[in-house]
T-cell receptor, first 113, second 117 residues
Framework: EPEVTQTPSHQVTQMGQEVILRCVPI?????FYWYRQILGQKVEFLVS????????KSEIFDDQFSVERPDGSNFTLKIRSTKLEDSAMYFC???????????FGPGTRLTVT | AQSVTQLGSHVSVSEGALVLLRCNYS??????LFWYVQYPNQGLQLLLK??????LVKGINGFEAEFKKSETSFHLTKPSAHMSDAAEYFC???????????????FGQGTILTVHP
């Protein structure tokens, strides 16, 4: 069964450093998403991406964040200058055409020290 | 704006007992509703979804949910709990905004289900 994969599973970084979280969505999917879950809190939407551009972003997704689909398979989330409050589990998800079913990856746990 | 409220952050049942996890939503347009399960240190797995077809939806692992528009609810049930059902459960909502704004999920706070032997 096809699945969404994410790397790394755990990333530790120092405050102010740049991080790139990587995702490989399901190959024939068209819609891509990033969500985050701060420990003990609910899952929050960050950004959606379609047709090589951002289609919607939340207020969390400020200028420190960017997304890219550099090739036909990867989907990345970059945080330019990490803050302590960026520590969270980051989930990538992808969705096919018109079925509303998002498939989630296993997540990347980001720890900012 | 859409929102989801899950009543009860923790639910505890005995093995073999009925599981009932409550979810109420708010949406100004017809919603699409989902239940996801998250096992410790794992990602989110879709249990079931409502996308405007049958109001009673059956999912994996014996779970089902009923969409009740008059009550704005989408409660998750399972007739007989199993130890392996212990996990955190999230209700989520989206709607068809059309165009490129598509599929953004708004999640509830989650309900941790504990199953006692």
């Amino acid at each position: 069964e096809p699945e969404v994969t994410q790397t790394p599973s755990h990333q530790v970084t120092q405050m102010g450093q740049e991080v790139i979280l990587r995702c490989v969505p399901i190959s024939n999917h068209l819609y891509f998403y990033w969500y985050r879950q701060i420990l003990g809190q609910k899952v929050e939407f960050l950004v959606s991406f379609y047709n090589n551009e951002i289609s919607e972003k939340s207020e969390i997704f400020d200028d420190q964040f960017s997304v890219e689909r550099p090739d036909g398979s990867n989907f990345t989330l970059k945080i330019r200058s990490t803050k302590l409050e960026d520590s969270a589990m980051y989930f990538c998800a992808s969705m096919g055409l018109a079925d509303y079913e998002q498939y989630f990856g296993p997540g990347t746990r980001l720890t900012v020290t | 704006a859409q929102s989801v409220t899950q009543l009860g952050s923790h639910v505890s049942v005995s093995e073999g007992a009925l599981v009932l996890l409550r979810c109420n939503y708010s949406s100004s347009v017809p919603p699409y509703l989902f239940w996801y399960v998250q096992y410790p240190n794992q990602g989110l797995q879709l249990l079931l979804k409502y996308t405007s077809a049958a109001t009673l939806v059956k999912g994996i692992n014996g779970f089902e949910a009923e969409f009740k528009k008059s009550e704005t609810s989408f409660h998750l049930t399972k007739p007989s709990a199993h130890m392996s059902d212990a996990a955190e459960y999230f209700c989520a909502v989206t709607f068809n905004a059309g165009g490129t704004s598509y599929g953004k999920l708004t999640f509830g706070q989650g309900t941790i289900l504990t199953v006692h032997p």
